[in-house]
């Protein structure tokens, strides 16, 4: 039997340990006070965009274990979760241009945070003015015949107004010649590092006619691309651009563009500025459409949007649609996930490269051996292999259609994490006097290809951000 005088001895020896540990700070309780994070990059800015990672590391002292750590991007008064988890460190690898702001949130078991201050970086174009590029030739994926040298022609004279210097036409025949380069639809690292030590070549404009119609009305769609001439050449640029003569007719048709020639220099025209954007160091502002999301999807539950994916695009397999619809879609889908920061978007020609080189075909579509080859570490060490079939592509005379189906491989586990089937005409929504209807394929399936995007990897943090989280001393602790 326990005294009440033992029981209260025992007890005022309790409040004294408990007292005394508050006092030294014991860890066992809450911890020692969590301190501001200090966070600090491997390289200083200014840096160019797609020049390499990034590393951005988060040192914290106190707090109660385990930490959280939120690493928060913030550019154009967006801000954006780039990573969060119990890793203290974030590998970024820029790809667009901009004035950026990065900070860290730390949050300890207990739900105390503190935030560091913003960081100022600056990432620059990929290439200068003044850089040295090559224009291939056309490449045409639109099933008809089409004046190509016309069009690189003038679409090469366009460049040159924008202070590059071009690779001359007969230098580049030349190297073409002597490394049997025939397709122009893309390239990998062996053709990327020729041009960039043989003959200085910082980076190839690629450039693929989609559609083309010289009937009235006529219609046009170009998709081009600039990649970066490195070991493991990039994508640093990408724009589409799709117009039919019966676009804005106006009142009593004087909008009408009737001649192909015209059509064609608008069309060249709009690419060009948005390269010109791209090299005074402006961001793509791309849309933010829903309006033609898939018809059915599916999504695994257990991935993760917002973690960092090296994403491979293979062409699609083609069951019944016009000829080289297979590779036109596979295009747009890179174009509307071009600005993910997020995806590191693994260029075609380097995609081609592989699938050559282990003779890999496509004939029953897409398949787990594909997928095994790209995610490979020997290959191309993809995260994500994104395939599907095209049912349907109508862009000549009439209504556009377009049917397809998508499919996402996660490369080291091996299975489906997203499937999708989208069709539409361009003809499904319209309304009065013809508003909403679609006149081009490329307008159509770059709506439809956005969505996709946007279900698939959702910028669900990208928000306008709190005054509290604009704190100039970056602390905030709740």
């Not at 967006?78 to 949130?105: C, F, H, M």
């Not at 594909?370 to 994104?386: G, M, Q, V, Y």
Request: net charge neutral; with cysteine.
């Amino acid at each position: 039997m326990i005294s009440l005088t033992s029981f209260s001895n025992k007890l005022l020896c309790f409040a004294l340990a408990l007292w005394g540990c508050t006092l030294a700070g014991c860890s066992g309780l809450r911890g020692n006070p969590l301190q501001m994070p200090q966070l600090v990059a491997t390289k200083a800015s200014p840096q160019p965009a797609l020049a390499g990672q990034i590393l951005w590391q988060a040192a914290v002292t106190g707090g109660a274990q385990p930490l959280s750590y939120e690493f928060r991007l913030l550019t154009e008064h967006r801000l954006t979760v780039v990573k969060r988890g119990p890793e203290n460190q974030w590998a970024w690898l820029p790809r667009n241009p901009g004035d950026y702001q990065i900070s860290v949130k730390v949050e300890d078991a207990h739900g105390t945070s503190t935030v560091s201050p913003w960081q100022p970086y600056l990432i620059k174009p990929g290439i200068e003015r003044g850089s040295r590029i090559a224009v291939l030739p056309i490449e045409n994926l639109s099933g008809a015949k089409a004046p190509l040298q016309q069009i690189s022609v003038a679409y090469t004279d366009m460049l040159k107004e924008t202070g590059l210097q071009l690779m001359g036409t007969e230098q580049l025949e030349n190297f073409m010649y002597r490394h049997r380069m025939r397709y122009t639809g893309g390239i990998g690292a062996e053709i990327s590092a020729a041009l960039r030590d043989e003959d200085q070549v910082a980076a190839v404009m690629i450039t693929s006619l989609e559609s083309y119609e010289d009937s009235i009305p006529p219609k046009i769609a170009l998709i081009s691309r600039l990649v970066l001439c490195q070991d493991t050449p990039r994508i640093a640029w990408i724009d589409g651009v799709g117009l039919s003569g019966a676009d804005h007719p106006g009142l009593l048709s004087l909008g009408r563009i009737d001649r192909i020639e015209e059509l064609q220099k608008k069309a060249l025209a709009t690419l060009r500025a948005s390269f010109e954007n791209y090299l005074a160091g402006g961001r793509s502002r791309g849309k933010n459409t829903e309006e033609q999301p898939p018809r059915d999807y599916y999504r695994a539950t257990d991935f993760s949007p917002d973690n960092s994916y090296r994403l491979a695009i293979v062409p699609f397999l083609n069951r019944y649609a016009r000829k080289n619809a297979g590779f036109v879609v596979p295009l747009h889908l890179i174009n509307s996930l071009a600005n993910h920061e997020n995806l590191d978007l693994i260029e075609p020609g380097l995609v081609r490269e592989q699938l050559l080189k282990y003779r890999l075909i496509m004939q029953a579509g897409p398949s787990l051996a594909i997928a095994d080859a790209l995610a490979h570490k020997s290959t191309l060490n993809a995260d994500l292999i994104l395939s599907g079939y095209v049912f349907d592509y109508q862009d000549q005379s009439g209504t556009p259609k377009i049917d397809f189906s998508t499919r996402l491989f996660s490369g080291p586990e091996r299975k489906i994490i997203w499937w999708s089937r989208s069709y539409a005409a361009g003809d499904d929504d319209v309304y009065f006097f013809d508003l909403g209807r679609y006149r081009s394929a490329h307008v159509l399936t770059e709506d439809m290809t956005r969505a996709i995007g946007q279900l698939l990897f959702p910028r669900k943090y990208d928000r306008e951000p709190d005054p509290t989280e604009l704190n100039p001393t970056g602390y905030n602790q709740h």
